[in-house]
């Protein structure tokens, strides 16, 4: 796995681990969309999830990020 996956990971799993702290954008200002997987080659969020993300309140947004670590360990499991 790649290092960038790596970190959005590890990062998945500190903001569901503290449901105290407030939720950081998972923007890595890598900005291109796949247009195979409709996902943000940075990030792995969708053109919604990007566009609704300053209107999220902090449980939407860590729903946002339990699919991102989906994301990331369906991506790990095709190779």
Request: hydrophobic fraction near 35%; proline fraction near 3%.
């Amino acid at each position: 796995m790649n290092t960038l996956r790596e970190r959005l990971r590890d990062e998945a799993r500190r903001v569901e681990s503290d449901a105290t702290a407030g939720v950081p954008s998972p923007c890595v200002s890598i900005c291109r969309m796949d247009m195979h997987t409709g996902f943000c080659e940075g990030c792995m969020r969708t053109l919604d999830e990007i566009a609704a993300w300053g209107r999220m309140g902090d449980e939407d947004k860590r729903a946002v990020w339990a699919e991102l670590a989906k994301r990331i360990d369906a991506e790990e499991s095709k190779t």
